[in-house]
């Protein structure tokens, strides 16, 4: 845990002045580039972080659990399977990921509550909104190596965001 910490010391303001273009241009062979479309609804449309994963289908009691308990610092990548049938993540999570001070939340699926999460201080990515809630019955996977966006999503390896798209390292690289 120590080098999440260690990483957002050094990283301070940084964090927000690196641009995706660029890290491509000079990591590209290192680099996977996210190939699915997504829409910001945070108010931090760029962000950057140690990957946090879930996989889960129409449900998001793990990605509350997770959200409570990952890393300040971190980016929870959430496998919802692309499902546009109910939100996995509305105000009141994105209240307790700012609080928590994550740096973002990803998600193969769909948010609700979007004029709440614009004002929210945390990047966060989605397919899509709609105002259905989830289900709440627990189900699904944490800490997994998830599949989507033609990308491997690497719990502890690093993902940056920005009005560009979206690149995964398996190392920081700011």
Known sequence: MSNYKEYYIILGVKEMTFKTADLWDEFNEELQACKLAFHSYGK????????ATVKVFEDNVLVKEALQSVPKGSVLVVDGGGSRNCAL?????????QNRE?????????ARDTADLAEL??????????????????????????????????????????????????????
Do not use: M, Q, T
């Not at 931090?44 to 990957?51: A, D, E």
């Not at 909104?129 to 997994?144: A, Q």
């Open 44 to 51: 931090n449309k760029r962000f950057s972080g140690p990957i």
């Open 89 to 97: 993540l509305g105000d009141r999570l994105g209240e307790i990921a």
């Open 102 to 110: 994550l740096a973002g939340v990803i998600i193969n699926g769909c």
């Open 121 to 174: 201080e945390i990047g966060v990515l989605a397919i899509g909104s709609i105002p259905v809630k989830s289900k709440k019955e627990g189900k699904g996977e944490r800490d997994i190596v998830l599949h989507f966006g033609e990308v491997e999503w690497v719990p502890g390896h690093y993902v940056y965001a920005d009005e560009d798209g979206v690149v995964l390292s398996p190392r920081p690289l700011v």
